[in-house]
């Protein structure tokens, strides 16, 4: 299946996309840009997709997420602050600030109320309770954060350097374990698993890695390779290797997808440690992917990903965001013979 085939959203950023994030509630897609915007697409496999809002920041946006009730989006950019849209009254409000660029935003539903975590390069992690301008914790990292997760009670915080920090939110807003990546190179991205009993982690150097909290579960950690080409149609080496930009688990199967510089995606189940499905591949990177809330729709960014630097930035680069309809034999898991 090829992802220049499926549905792609209209008007998109007319630069680098860099965060996808669907509500919970609707299928209404965030979308941020390195075009400052933050743009709202209501989805449907039915030809009516069509832009309902947009806000902007005073630089680039890096992250973005809703609330539990998708009546807000929470956005984090290069100003170094996050902002809040309200859906209902089309309002936009500041409520975090940090020293350098706000990398990751999440939304986690604690069990009295929810809180915004925001993650920066300011080597710092933020709680936020939005009715209040001061955030109610911060947490020292060790480096700059480059991705955050989170399904209370487990975060997941990957930092430069590689490392990875665990926290236990039930117990305590400060980190419950601080570790080295098992991969050997930049982490990209790490994701909770839907159970909470570990998380991914992906890099630069085209591997995925799975990893479990409990020590007595740890020696099932496992990693593969994935998003690697062969350098000539003449030779199977897998020698062009790519960085894996996003990881999502499926809502209802718990198989999980990949998306990578090399413009690929995939399906894959963990538990039987095997690709179920491959996308062609697109016209450029893939920079992030989304799951709707039913595991219906697959959204993909096909946009430049800076695994180049600037000089890759070129006029022929893509900006598309593109919705594949999920067919439920490529997300079902395999039975495992034993």
């Known amino acids: 299946m090829s992802l220049n085939a499926n549905i792609q959203l209209p008007h998109p950023p007319y630069d680098s996309i860099s965060s996808l994030s669907f509500s919970q509630n609707a299928d209404y897609l965030a979308v941020g840009s390195w075009d400052n915007s933050v743009r709202v697409y209501e989805v449907s496999l039915q030809g009516h ?3 309902k809002a947009t806000y902007t920041h005073r630089a680039p946006v890096l992250s973005v997420c809703w609330n539990e009730a998708s009546s807000r989006i ?5 100003n170094n602050t996050g902002l809040m849209f309200d859906a209902a009254t089309g309002q936009t409000t500041q409520v975090a600030q940090h020293d350098e660029p ?4 999440k939304w986690v539903n604690m069990p009295h109320a929810g809180v915004l975590v925001t993650g920066s390069w300011d080597k710092t992690i933020k709680y936020w309770d939005i009715r209040t301008p001061s955030p109610i914790a911060t947490v020292q990292l060790p480096e700059r954060c480059y991705t955050l997760d989170a399904i209370y ?3 997941v ?3 430069a350097g590689r490392r990875i920090l665990t ?9 419950f374990d601080n570790n080295v990546s098992s991969l050997r190179m930049q982490t990209r991205v790490v994701t909770c698993c839907p159970d909470k009993t570990g998380f991914a982690v992906g890099g630069v150097e085209g591997r995925v890695s799975f990893n479990y909290i409990e020590e007595k579960n740890k020696r099932d950690n496992y990693s593969f390779k994935c998003h690697r080409q062969n350098s000539s149609p003449q030779k199977v080496d897998q020698s062009l290797v790519y960085s894996v930009n996003d990881i999502n688990f499926h809502p209802v199967h718990g198989t999980f997808s990949t998306c990578g510089s090399d413009g690929t995606a995939h399906f894959w189940d963990g538990a039987a440690r095997m690709r179920l499905k491959s996308f062609s591949r697109a016209s450029g990177p893939i920079a992030c992917s989304a799951f709707n809330r039913t595991g219906s729709m697959f959204a993909c960014a096909v ?8 000089s890759g930035m070129t006029s022929e680069q893509p900006n598309k965001v593109t919705i594949y309809a999920v067919k439920e034999e490529d997300v079902r898991k395999r039975v495992v013979k034993r």
């Open 49 to 51: 997709t069509q832009c």
């Open 74 to 78: 929470f956005s984090g950019g290069i």
């Open 102 to 105: 706000v990398k990751a935003v």
């Open 153 to 155: 009670p487990l975060m």
């Open 157 to 159: 915080v990957g930092t």
């Open 167 to 175: 926290f236990d939110l039930a117990k305590s807003p400060v980190v």
């Open 303 to 310: 946009s430049y990903d800076w695994h180049k630097g600037f």
